[in-house]
Each structure stands twice: as structure tokens, then as C-alpha cells.
């Protein structure tokens, strides 16, 4: 993985200093609670509902066992002893103080990470595919272009002041599993079908919220040395045009929207063909140098099958249930991906305590090669275990309550932390994912339902990406109660696609009941093993939404 | 900065400790106001003169750097404590619902008044 | 309205003139829907100066820059980037003049300002009251080098990389 150089390192400590100076420049009434607002969340401090809480990024969701220990220590020295990890594969702690904040960021500093512009109008953390540089279907890993945007979009002095926030994610596979459509920008790693020269496909105008949208096609291919003018052409024509009237309208994807991919697309066409590509790109040798750091490890040769887990499989049913749920096949023999389930039955999805974060550390080093990834969906993954120790990492992950065999189930929720803590929510989120849980936590049933992703938003705002869940819980306000509206048919991958409304909110109580009655018309309409989106999209909504009549009837 | 409509009456001032983040409310008497972290301590403005007083003391608060955030809030009064209405501020005088043994409901005696069934 | 640059305070060499009434002033600043008129009216030894709101477009502009020796753009708040976008676009397409920011700014977007092509600040008075001019002085130095080619003149950190590069391999 990327190891800071002098430049970055002195980088991050001067961003510290600065923002202990725009602290104090706070305290002197020099800076307004307006003007500060901005300085504080492109440090990614927010203002909660108890207490501020500070967003630390993880870049491209990787992570080395020795960061994840610092924010272990973090946690408990600093914090209530947990963290909680994003749908943007960030780190959020929950309680912060201001006061402590810059020494804070000092920490992160030693272990070479930051909480740089992760959130506040500018280009956020940019995420990829978290089974990046080891999964077989790859065409070229995404991280080097994810770190080289990273460091072209940090305190960029052009974009850092524009109309709203700004999402980039990046994929390497044909497989999508970097959400890359609902992103301001999404970028998918290809192979030009001609010449075969590696090159991106550029995606614009994606995003949930208010207005969801899926991105749109504006340029197939992109030559990868053109990145980073392109990418100045966009935020240029956005920075220029995008609106300022309107909060709830000032995303690229209402640009794009408004004034049509084809217009949108020649605005930036326009302005890229005046750039000087030379003057603006990353030489060849710099990506040349960030490519180097993540180079595959220096596996063993070994045989793909292993006698030792084969036998460990065949012997423990508990194992092989986790085996089948959780592992992920590696490019390399002999190896495996595997993920660490955040979401034990009724426990915060995505929380991770001090002590829990120290064991999935150490695990990464004897087990993963050091290495750690973050997930859009609040899970981790050890990305480099061999087959062979796979049955010692499961127990030990059980020790830690960290061996759910639930990943990618309907158990598997992701769940914003919604109204428990966050300023902005309508309704609470975590309990109805809890709830959930609880009524679907036989294995047997998660099994025969199988891959099923519920994704809950406690606001509009739909930071627990509800819009492209399979089954969408969207928690709003009706007459002074919590109100859950239900979605179906949305898709975070290749497909993508927005789920439409069932039909008028529910009260929390409800919602497990309402669920039961999708996933019975599911079971009773299936064919052939045929997934749950899959039945949707083959099916259609009507059968759904007359069995959510039934429920929303009978709770009226 | 336009005014906001002010709540119905009767009322507690809320807001947010600027260096620590801590929900505070205005607590005290004729003499003098002051913030309290116990949510049981608000001052309630059952009058217009009241509410216009915790008014005043929020902007001289936010103009002077302790807090952020400082809003009125209506209350409906139960046993003698005043319960926020809303159940956004319900919770800020408890903490999270799915972790009672964090935030205000677990380190004061008085905010367990606060926690609804 | 105070003024600075990266030096600090600086005196206000421009007189603002109502409409196009530029007289015989040395320095005449103009608001942009007076600008042609003004123009028109200038004379050899005079110097004329425009403000224009952030919406201007570039092709708007680009005829008359010849003409002009300083632009001023507004920000009507300090959130609003847009002048940064067009101050850059102003100076890609040729002008060597004096480039102004108006408004609101704070003191933490000074290096954007200079980077992005402004030589200048214009604040309102509460604003500078609040933020006095050792503040943007000192927010200069805060962040050494940044990562983005093509912005200010102090040296960006690939360009560095770079010549570290080739200094070691010359050396090697």
C-alpha cells in the first residue's frame, strides 16, 4: 500500500497546524461559526446531535494493521472506545471534543492518515473496489489512480469552494463493486477493445439524496494519462455552472440532469481540449511510483487446493457455513479474501470496539500481510490469508464476535447511524436494522433466502444508500412519529438501478412484519435458485406492492 | 439572518458546548442564567419575557464563543421536568437510544426522567 | 475598502466611478455594465479597470482584456468558488493585468486566491476588522507546497518529485 513521502508527510502535519490555528482563530471570534463551519468539516468535524463527531478517512478503503491501532488507541483515549465505518469506507467517532481534535489529527498524522476533506463542499475521500489487486476479475487495480486523485484533489485552491460535495470512486473490474454509478464521478478501469491500451470509461452525474440518479456515460474511453485533465475540465464546468440557488440542487448529477449528458459532455470536451495535458497530467513516472506501492505482495507458491481447509470445512459446519458467506476467490492459489462481518445479530451495523479493531490488526499481520480493507457495505476484509489458516483466523475472529457467516445476507444490513446520533436525521435507523436482524437471525432461513441487501437511511440525506438497496428503508417523520417508507428493486452494482416506493410509511414496529410478507412472495415466486433481485426484476413490483397493501392495511 | 418563528410556549434554551460538543441548556434564575449539562436543570420560559430573556442570552453566548447551535425549544412539563415535545430533542437529552449507557442517560440521574418507553 | 496582497496591506491606487464617468481619472474602476461605454471614452493615459459579478463567461471577456488593466470579481460570499475558476480562465486566456477578489473572503482561502491567479483582495470593512492583515499574511505559509500542477509559483509537490527524480538520476 502507498507509504507517505517527505512531501506528504510535511503535507498532513502543516494541515494539522492549520487547523489548530483556525481553531483558535474560532476562539478569538476572528473566524464566525459560519466561516469556521467549512475549515471544521474539511477536517471532517461535524456538529451531531450529542456531541461533534470526527470522520477519519480511509483512502480507497485500505488500510495497514498499524492505522488500525492507532485508531484503536484513538478511540479509547479520545472516544467512548468504538468507531464506526461508512458507507464511504471512512471511520467515524462519535464523541470528539473540538478542544482535543487537533492532537487528534496529530496521531493520525504519525500513522500517515488524515481526516482532509471528508466532508464540506469539495472532492471527498475517493473510494474503490474493496477486493482491489486480488480479485479475479480485475482488470487493473484501482487504488494507484484512487491515491493519485487523492493527492491532486487535497486542498485543490480551484475546487475547493464549490456548489456541494464531491464523490469519486474508482473500479477496476467489470463487476462493480465500488457503487461507481451513484458517484458525482465514477470511473471504471478498462481495456480499450482495439488497441488494448488501459484507459477509463468516465461516468458523471450519479448520486442518492433528495433526487437520486444514476450516472451517465461521458466519455467511453479516456486514455490514462489524460486523467487528471480531465478531471479539471469537469470540476471547471461544474465549479462554473453547477447551481448555487439551491442546496437540494446543487450536485453535478442536477447539471448533468438539466442540461443533458450530450451538452454537459461537450462543455467539458470543450474545456479539456484547451488544456495543455502536459503542464496538467501526472508525468508517467509518478504514476509509475504510486503503481509501485501496490504491487502484489510477495505471495508463496502454493497449490490451490488446501488439504488442511478442505478437512477443516468437511469437519465443522460452522466453518464451512462462514466459508461459504464470507470468502471471496483469490487471483492468487492457495489464497482467499475474507470478510470480517460488522453486523453481529442486534448489535449498530459498521460499529467496531477499541478491542475488536486490535484483534482484526492482529490478525492482519500474521494472517493478511498487514493489510486491512473497509467496505461501502460497514465491513472489513482481510485481503491476503492463506487457505491453509483460514480455520485460525475464523476461531479467532469468533473470540471477538467478529464471525457472523452473514456477508452479502439479508442480515448483512447496511444502516446510516440516523436519528441515535446524527443532527441531520428524521428517524432513527440502527434499531430497525437491529429489529431485522433479530427477526431473520436463523441461518437456515438467511441460507435458503440468500444474497438479499437491505440498506437503511435514516433521512433524505440517504448517507445509508437506501436508494440502491434491494429492499430501501428510508426512515422519515409522519405526525410526530418515526415513518419508515419501503423501496424495492434498487442495485448498487454494474446494474444499477433506484428502487421505487412499495407504498405509504410504516411505524418501526411494522417493518419487520412488511419484510417477512416481501421476502414470502420472493420465496413463493422463485425459480431455479434465482436470486431475490433478480426475482424482482423478472416479477415485477405488482406482487410486492399488493403484498405490502395486505400490511400496510392491516397496521392502518 | 432572519428570525425564526419562536416555538410555543412553555420553552428551554438548548445548544452546544463550542469546545467539548455537549449538549447545554440555560439554567438559572432572575439573578443570572448559566449553562448546565443535566437537561433537568433547564430554565423553563413559561412567558414571552422569559423566553425573550433565554433569547438574549443566546445570542450574547454565541457572540462570545461558548456555544454553537443555540436554539429554543418547546417542552411539555411532566412531573416538574421539562420534556422536550419533539423527539429529535427528546434524544438530546438522553443519547442514543440503542446505547443507554452512553451520553447523558447514563451519566445523570435526572436525564433518565427523559427516557420514554 | 481595505485591500491587500500577499505583502500585506496595500494602498487603493483606483478610483470607483459612477456609470461610465471616468472623467480624466488616472485609474478609473467601472462596473461591468459600463465597462463598453467607458471604454469607449478612455484615453491614452488612462487606466481602466473593471468589476464584474462571478457569472461572467469567459468569451464575454476575452476581447476586451486587452483593454484592461485590472479585473475585479466579485464573491458574494466567501462559499461561492466560483472566482476561482474564473480568475484562472482569465489569466489562461492571456491577461497580465491586475487581478482583483471582492467580497467576503476568509483568511483561509488567501493561497487559493494567489494560486488560482489573483494578486489582490478587496474585503469588506466588518470582515476586516475581524480578520486583521497579519492573519492572511501568516495563512501563506501555512501549507509549504501543494499537489496540483499549474497553480502559484512556489514549486508544486510532483513537479518536485520530479526533479528529485532527475536529479538522482543524473547523479546515479
Known amino acids: 500500500m502507498y507509504r507517505y513521502d517527505e512531501f506528504d508527510e510535511r503535507f498532513v502535519r502543516e494541515r494539522v497546524a492549520q487547523f489548530r490555528d483556525q481553531v483558535g482563530r474560532r476562539l478569538n471570534g476572528s473566524l464566525t461559526e459560519d466561516e469556521f463551519k467549512p475549515l471544521r468539516l474539511k477536517n471532517g468535524v461535524y456538529l451531531q446531535l450529542h456531541a461533534y463527531m470526527l470522520r477519519i478517512a480511509v483512502p480507497y478503503g485500505t488500510l495497514s494493521s498499524k492505522q488500525m491501532r492507532q485508531l484503536a488507541l484513538i478511540g479509547e483515549r479520545y472516544d467512548r472506545g468504538y468507531g464506526h465505518f461508512t458507507t464511504r469506507t471512512n471511520l467515524q467517532f462519535n464523541w470528539p471534543k473540538l478542544r482535543d481534535i487537533p492532537d487528534i489529527l496529530d496521531l493520525l498524522a504519525d500513522v500517515e492518515m488524515h481526516a482532509i476533506q471528508t466532508s464540506g463542499n469539495c472532492i471527498r475521500n475517493v473510494t474503490a473496489d474493496h477486493f482491489a489487486g486480488v480479485a479475479q476479475d480485475e482488470v487493473e487495480d484501482p487504488r494507484p489512480t484512487a491515491e493519485l486523485i487523492r493527492q491532486w484533489s487535497s486542498l485543490h485552491p480551484e475546487f475547493d469552494y464549490l456548489p456541494r460535495k464531491f464523490k469519486i470512486a474508482v473500479t477496476g473490474a467489470e463487476h462493480d463493486r465500488a457503487v461507481i454509478k451513484a458517484h458525482d464521478i465514477g470511473l471504471r478501469i478498462l481495456r480499450h477493445p482495439d488497441t488494448r491500451e488501459i484507459g477509463y470509461e468516465v461516468i458523471v452525474g450519479g448520486g442518492l439524496g433528495r433526487t437520486p440518479m444514476i450516472g451517465k456515460v461521458v466519455r467511453e474511453f479516456l486514455p490514462k494519462a489524460d486523467l487528471l485533465a480531465y478531471l479539471e475540465a469537469i470540476m471547471r464546468v461544474y465549479n462554473l455552472e453547477g447551481r448555487r440557488d439551491n442546496k437540494y440542487k446543487a450536485r453535478v448529477k442536477i447539471l448533468v440532469h438539466e442540461i443533458g449528458t450530450e451538452e454537459f459532455s461537450r462543455r467539458v470536451e470543450e474545456e479539456f481540449a484547451r488544456l495543455d495535458g502536459p503542464s496538467v497530467n501526472a508525468d508517467p513516472a509518478e504514476v509509475a511510483r504510486i503503481a509501485a506501492y501496490f504491487a502484489p505482495p510477495a505471495y508463496e507458491t502454493l497449490p490451490a487446493i488446501s488439504g488442511a481447509f478442505e478437512a477443516a470445512r468437511a469437519g465443522n459446519p460452522d466453518f464451512a457455513r462462514w466459508v461459504e458467506t464470507n470468502l471471496t476467490p483469490h487471483r492468487q492459489p492457495g489464497y482467499a479474501a475474507l470478510t470480517i462481518s460488522l453486523k453481529p445479530i442486534g448489535a449498530p451495523p459498521g460499529d467496531a470496539t477499541s478491542e475488536q479493531m486490535r484483534v482484526v490488526a492482529d490478525l492482519a499481520d500474521e494472517f493478511s500481510l498487514s493489510e486491512i480493507r473497509v467496505t461501502h457495505a460497514q465491513n472489513l476484509v482481510l485481503p491476503h490469508v492463506k487457505l491453509s489458516d483460514l480455520f485460525a483466523v475464523w476461531q479467532r475472529l469468533g473470540e471477538a464476535e467478529l464471525a457472523t457467516a452473514n456477508a452479502g445476507l439479508i442480515t448483512d444490513i447496511i444502516a446510516c447511524p440516523g436519528l441515535d446520533y446524527c443532527a441531520l436525521a428524521t428517524a432513527r435507523s440502527i434499531p430497525i436494522a437491529q429489529a431485522l436482524a433479530q427477526r431473520f437471525a436463523d441461518p437456515v432461513r438467511q441460507k435458503e433466502i440468500g444474497v438479499l441487501n437491505i440498506k437503511i437511511s435514516g433521512c433524505i440525506n440517504a448517507c445509508g444508500h437506501h436508494h440502491v438497496g434491494h429492499i430501501g428503508i428510508l426512515g422519515l417523520e409522519k405526525r410526530g412519529i418515526e415513518s419508515y417508507q419501503i423501496t424495492l428493486g434498487g442495485d448498487a452494482t454494474e446494474n444499477a438501478a433506484i428502487g421505487e416506493i412499495l407504498g405509504p410509511g410504516l411505524a418501526a414496529e411494522d417493518v419487520p412484519d412488511a419484510i417477512e410478507r416481501i421476502v414470502s412472495v420472493y420465496l413463493a415466486q422463485r425459480q431455479s435458485g434465482e436470486s431475490f433481485i433478480d426475482n424482482v426484476r423478472r416479477i415485477g413490483l405488482a406482487p410486492f406492492k399488493a403484498a405490502f397493501q395486505e400490511v400496510s392495511h392491516a397496521v392502518a | ?117 | 475598502m481595505p485591500l491587500l496582497d500577499r505583502h500585506g496591506a496595500k494602498a487603493e491606487i483606483w478610483t470607483r466611478s459612477e456609470g461610465a464617468a471616468i472623467d480624466n481619472l488616472s485609474h478609473a474602476l467601472v462596473d461591468w455594465a459600463a465597462l463598453p461605454e467607458a471604454l469607449a471614452q478612455k484615453t491614452r493615459d488612462q487606466r481602466i479597470g473593471v468589476v464584474i459579478p462571478n457569472t461572467v463567461r469567459i468569451p464575454e471577456l476575452k476581447l476586451l482584456m486587452r483593454q484592461l488593466s485590472l479585473i475585479a470579481i466579485s464573491f458574494p460570499s466567501f462559499g461561492d468558488g466560483r472566482g476561482f475558476s474564473l480568475a484562472r480562465l482569465i489569466r489562461n486566456h492571456g491577461f497580465t493585468g491586475t487581478l482583483r477578489a471582492s467580497g467576503p473572503l476568509i483568511v483561509d482561502q488567501f493561497a487559493y486566491a494567489l494560486a488560482c491567479g489573483f494578486d489582490e483582495v478587496e474585503l469588506p470593512q466588518a470582515s476586516a476588522a475581524r480578520q486583521p492583515v497579519e492573519q492572511w499574511v501568516n495563512a501563506l505559509g501555512q501549507i509549504s507546497h501543494g499537489y496540483q500542477r499549474g497553480y502559484g509559483d512556489s514549486g508544486n509537490i510532483l513537479d518536485r518529485r520530479r526533479s528529485a527524480r532527475l536529479k538522482h538520476a543524473a547523479a546515479g
Open chain 2, 1 to 117: 439572518m432572519a428570525a425564526a418563528k419562536r416555538p410555543a410556549l412553555p420553552v428551554i434554551l438548548l445548544a452546544n458546548d463550542l469546545l467539548d460538543g455537549d449538549v447545554v441548556f440555560a439554567a438559572g434564575d432572575t439573578n443570572g442564567l448559566h449553562w448546565s449539562r443535566d437537561p433537568g436543570a433547564a430554565l423553563i420560559g413559561d412567558d414571552d419575557a422569559t423566553a425573550d430573556r433565554l433569547d438574549a442570552f443566546a445570542a450574547a453566548e454565541l457572540g462570545n464563543q461558548h456555544v454553537v447551535d443555540a436554539y429554543l425549544v418547546d417542552v411539555a412539563i411532566e412531573d416538574g421536568v421539562p420534556v422536550p415535545r419533539h423527539y429529535r430533542e427528546r434524544m438530546k437529552t438522553t443519547g442514543p437510544s440503542i446505547r443507554r449507557d452512553l451520553g447523558k442517560q447514563a451519566e445523570l440521574p435526572l436525564a433518565q426522567a427523559f427516557l420514554r418507553a
